[in-house]
């Protein structure tokens, strides 16, 4: 089960959307929710309500997730960044992952498994009473062995051990072309050496080339990072997002990267895209 909850920075436990101040006396009114399961929460649990019904919108300034549970009361100024980018009528039921049914369905299945166990029958004796105990056999010490009879076999000589097989050698990292669709044929190449430290892409990053004059794109805006094998991209708390293929990163998101991934730097439909690809 997942629900919306502030986790308070002092004590680490968590309290639902409506509490204001932590059971430590922290107050945790600006403390963004964020959403976690229940075996989470309930390791630190502060004043939880699993009955709420909150409905939520995401900021698309700064990435906040906002919580009412009254519509009525709903507000279009996001509460952590003081921006009008909220739209009252855009607001959503949160859901968790877990239904009424399944939680039904689980509590019935555990009613069964207790009364199967406990009418359960004990296990029927294994030899019954009425078997004649087995006469004991005659004294054959003096009886010739089947070693008398056929001989002694030969101890076969032992296996000599595998030779333990050369590793095949791993594979070269690639590197990576951020191909710009815009603004010309404007490219950035990186090889993994060059991303042992993350890679800062913006108007003001060390790689900025063709971004300092694009007004959309934060000064420092997203990483790109070699790591285990893996190229990865990570917003970097941008103002205005990063996207993989469409999809929004979140604030301070990160996502691996794959050969033709489209990565977007803004929401804007004119924001710069790069195609990816790998040599």
Known sequence: MKILCRKCPD??????????????GRDIASVVPEEVVSTE???????????LRIYWQKCIVCGSINCVTDLKSADCRCAYCGKRKLAVGSYRLYESDETEDEKQLQSIGGRLHDMIGANQPAAAQQTPKDVPAAE?????????????????????????????????APPKAKSITLSA????PCTLS???????????????????????????????????S??????????????????????DLGL???SPLSDGDRLKLGHRDDSIVFVVSFE
């Not at 004590?11 to 430590?24: A, E, I, K, L, W």
């Not at 892409?201 to 080339?209: I, W």
């Not at 070699?226 to 999809?247: A, I, P």
Request: charged share 30%; proline share 11%; with cysteine.
């Open 136 to 168: 004991p056999k005659p004294d054959d010490d003096d009886a010739p062995g089947w070693g008398d009879i056929i001989g002694t076999p030969e101890t076969p000589a032992p296996e000599a051990p595998p030779k333990p097989e050369t590793p095949p």
């Open 41 to 51: 929460y309930n390791k630190s649990r502060g004043q939880i309500d699993e009955s």
């Open 190 to 224: 990186l090889s993994p050496e060059d991303a042992v430290v993350p890679v800062m892409l913006g108007r003001e990053a060390m790689k900025k080339d063709y971004l300092s004059n694009d007004p959309y794109v934060g000064r420092q805006h997203c990483l790109i």
């Open 181 to 184: 669709m815009r603004y010309g």
């Open 11 to 24: 004590c680490g436990r968590y309290s639902d959307v409506t509490v204001r101040t932590c059971v430590c």
């Open 252 to 254: 301070g998101g990160e």
């Open 226 to 247: 070699f790591k285990d094998g893996v190229w990865r991209v990570k917003d970097n708390n941008s103002s205005n997002g990063t996207f993989l293929n469409d999809r």
